[in-house]
């Protein structure tokens, strides 16, 4: 999953992974955020919000940011800015 992205950014505390994110992108259109996670323990602190802004620095103003949302994050990507979109459609993995 790693070998494969352009961008990966991870969040340590003393020695100890606490948050990671990983994103394909084409640097001149679109981003998509893949995988966003925080450990519990370090939820609510600003980590993921401090993830997805280094993504946003990293592809900067003339690319659009997507994400595919797990049910149980959808209330939080609103609150960092992201805006739920209608026109979207997808063909989901087979296994």
Known sequence: MFANANLTFSAWHEGKLV??????????????????AVDKAFQKLGIGRELIARVRS?????????LLSAP????????????????GFIIKRAR
């Open 72 to 87: 149980e994050a959808m209330a939080y990507y609103p609150k960092v800015g992201f805006e739920k979109i209608e026109n």
């Open 58 to 66: 990293a592809i900067g103003e003339e690319v659009a940011l997507t």
């Open 19 to 36: 948050g990671v994110c990983r994103a394909l992108t084409d640097f001149s259109y679109c981003c998509y955020l893949s995988d966003l």
